[in-house]
């Protein structure tokens, strides 16, 4: 029964452990989203300030996504 214990113990320490690099990796990938986002906007409002008029719509349907 030690041996047992000891094994889910590790085990659990490991499923922690990588709990906390994925979450690690969320976190970046969402900041690379988030940056890419800035500058794509930043973009469209240089060559084509109307388009927000037009996008609304994928806006608000992206804004349902991330809820």
Same mark, same amino acid.
């Given at each position: 029964?030690?041996?047992?214990?000891?094994?889910? *113990?590790?085990?659990? &320490?490991?499923?922690?452990?990588?709990? =906390?690099?994925?979450? +690690?990796? !969320?976190?970046?990938?969402? %900041?690379?989203?988030? *940056?890419?986002?800035? &500058?794509?906007?930043?973009?469209?409002? =240089?060559?084509?300030? +109307?388009? !927000?008029?037009?996008?609304? %719509?994928?806006?608000?349907?992206?804004?349902?996504?991330?809820?």
């Amino acid at each position: 029964m030690t041996e047992e214990v000891k094994e889910l *113990r590790c085990t659990l &320490a490991e499923t922690i452990a990588e709990n =906390e690099r994925l979450k +690690e990796g !969320r976190k970046k990938l969402s %900041e690379l989203v988030v *940056r890419l986002l800035i &500058a794509n906007i930043s973009l469209m409002d =240089e060559t084509f300030p +109307e388009w !927000r008029y037009f996008a609304r %719509e994928e806006i608000e349907k992206l804004k349902e996504l991330c809820k």
